[in-house]
């Protein structure tokens, strides 16, 4: 854990993270428990949930609270901010700038898969914040890689998600059938419905032994008129989106993760999956294949071959000891992201950016 006299030189901004909902909430709600000590978390939320109206008055709200700190709280050295693409890179610039105006070291911390995409349409405006930053924290070797090639930003570092390690949990579901779990946003970009599609196809061969549960907020509707309309309710359920204490118990219980995703950057889901000893069948997009070895602790699939994801799913139906295999070596490939890990690392990043 970082220590409560660094701690008090740092503020931290991104979006709301109480309750998390979403990759960089839930990464800043791991940070506020377990890296930094309590009451030592200082954080200024500059996004919410709601309409527009909502959205631009608490980044007005942020904004002035952010420049009263920089004013008046002078043992504030360094501002860490957690950004994605698009509008939450646009609300972090005002936060870049403002920091610069006051002399203070910037950390930007990218989150989030479309930041290629975003960047192919924005790149001036990228740069130009990218270069008033004193470090740039990026998930994963490859996203360094291209930020160095492509965007010729050299100021960066390699930080880990961090996720904490999961706590026993009894398998509450004994009905000895192979559970596949998805955590995530239900959309197109995610995939689930090339899966569900894929599941209504190949019925006949999972009947019986099979079951598909589903997590999370976005298209929901549409999910649960695909699994009334296909009559998949004896191998699709939707759990709803699920707290920290009902993810615990999915992941506890399924025997492997799946996420079919188009873009990613490096989930959250994947992690948190490779810590409970999961093997994990997604794509290889953004920094997922950094962390998943086709055939190793999971399988890589081409986005939309929804057929292919149900036959590797089928390979570890057939291969329970294989699957447990990979499983252990998700753990073990995953240790580096754990609290204590990403807590040193980022302290040296702390210490080394006041020298």
Not at 70 to 92: D, G, N, P, Y
Not at 130 to 153: E, I, N, Q, Y
Request: proline share 4%; charged share 25%; with cysteine.
């Amino acid at each position: 854990m970082i220590t409560a006299e660094l701690s008090k030189k740092i503020l931290s901004v991104g979006p709301e993270y109480v309750p998390p909902k979403g990759g960089i909430a839930q990464i800043v709600y791991n940070y506020s428990h377990d890296v930094f000590p309590d009451k030592e978390f200082k954080y200024i939320s500059n996004s919410c949930q709601g309409n527009l109206i909502n959205k631009v008055l608490k980044l007005i709200v942020s904004l002035i609270k952010y420049i009263i700190a920089l004013t008046f709280k002078r043992h504030i050295k360094i501002v860490h901010i957690h950004t994605a693409s698009k509008f939450s890179f646009k609300r972090s610039s005002w936060f870049v700038c403002f920091a610069k105006l006051f002399n203070k070291k910037i950390i930007l911390h990218v989150h989030g898969g479309g930041f290629k995409d975003y960047y192919a349409s924005h790149a001036d405006f990228v740069r130009h914040t990218l270069a008033k930053c004193d470090l740039v924290l990026v998930l994963t070797d490859a996203w360094a890689d291209w930020f160095r090639t492509k965007v010729g930003v050299d100021h960066l570092k390699v930080m880990p998600n961090i996720i904490p390690e999961p706590a026993e949990c009894e398998n509450v579901i004994k009905d000895k059938k192979f559970h596949l779990l998805f955590l995530g946003l239900i959309n197109d970009q995610k995939g689930i419905f090339d899966i569900i599609k894929s599941i209504d196809a190949n019925r006949e061969r999972l009947r019986g032994h099979f079951k598909f549960h589903v997590a999370g907020n976005g298209q929901i509707e549409r999910l649960k008129n695909d699994i009334l309309v296909n009559h998949l309710e004896d191998l699709v359920k939707y759990e709803g989106w699920v707290d920290s204490q009902g993810k615990h118990k999915l992941l506890s219980s399924c025997d492997a993760l799946i996420l079919p995703s188009y873009i990613e950057g490096l989930p959250l889901s994947i992690l948190e999956a490779m810590s409970y000893r999961k093997p994990v069948i997604s794509t290889p997009v953004g920094g997922i294949p950094s962390m998943i070895e086709d055939g190793v602790n999971g399988f890589l699939v081409e986005p939309g071959d929804g057929s292919t994801f149900i036959e590797r799913v089928l390979f570890l139906i057939e291969h329970s000891d294989e699957c447990k295999s990979m499983g252990n070596v998700s753990f073990n490939k995953i240790t580096k992201h754990f609290p204590n890990s990403v807590a040193a690392a980022l302290a040296d990043v702390y210490e080394g950016i006041m020298i």
